[in-house]
């Protein structure tokens, strides 16, 4: 079955920017939305966007200016970038799967990401 | 953008017991797209129920989800240990997704 695996830095300086990759393992990236949802230490789920394998994409208006998601077809990857982060930015990041209309039916396990000098 | 509200904040229950989490949303939520996930600690979430009431793969039949419109109900018929965990309800009808802030189910 499909699993999803995020990679990245665990440590980003403020201001500066914050990227993941998520590869897709078990099944193709074709035909399903590919998604970032984070999780500050203790509190709940933050949806951040979506990318689709045609390139189209969604964003959480409140982050839309920080956030730009993609997606590499040929490496069944999508990745996050998130610009000019702060101390507020700290959490776990999960990518996860909709297959549309069918709600985020495979997660990531997760990775941390601390914003801090 | 549609807010989710959750009640209660935190349920405390013996296993054995039914238990019966509510989500309320400040809008109608398009096609009924109302999903609940369990987040048990340190781990990520699972989704437990999409389109309101149709139970994700593997998911036991205790689990059961229900409602319309901008009331929603996932009840736990018959509690057990590792049903310990955040319940969260998630929007994603209308743009953008959103979450509720979580019934954390305690067992005695």
């Known amino acids: 079955q499909v699993q999803l695996q995020e990679s990245g830095p665990g440590l980003v300086k403020p201001s500066e920017t914050l990227s993941l990759t998520c590869t897709v393992s078990g099944g193709s990236i074709s035909g399903s939305y590919w998604i970032w949802v984070r999780q500050p230490p203790g509190k709940g789920l933050e949806y951040l966007g979506y990318v689709q394998p045609n390139g189209n994409t969604n964003y959480n208006p409140s982050l839309m200016s920080r956030v730009t998601i993609s997606v590499d077809t040929s490496k069944n990857q999508f990745s996050l970038n998130m610009n000019s982060v702060t101390a507020a930015d700290t959490a776990v990041y999960y990518c996860?799967?909709?297959?549309?209309?069918?709600?985020?039916?495979?997660w990531g396990q997760g990775t941390m990401v601390i914003v801090s000098s | 953008e549609i807010l989710l509200t959750q009640s209660p904040g935190t349920l405390s229950l013996s296993p054995g017991e039914r238990a019966t989490l509510s989500c309320r949303a400040s809008?109608?939520?398009?096609?009924?797209?109302l999903a609940w996930y369990q987040q048990k600690p340190g781990q990520a979430p699972r989704l437990l129920i999409s389109g309101a009431s149709s139970r994700a793969t593997g998911i036991p039949d205790r689990f059961s989800g229900s409602g319309s419109g901008t009331d929603f109900t996932l009840t736990i018929s018959r509690l057990e240990p590792e049903d310990l965990a955040v319940y969260y309800c998630?929007?994603?009808?209308?743009?953008?997704?959103?979450f509720g802030p979580g019934t954390k189910v305690e067992i005695k």
């Open positions: 809008q109608s939520v398009n096609n009924n797209y």
């Open positions: 998630q929007q994603y009808g209308n743009s953008p997704v959103t």
């Open positions: 996860a799967r909709d297959k549309g209309g069918r709600a985020f039916d495979v």
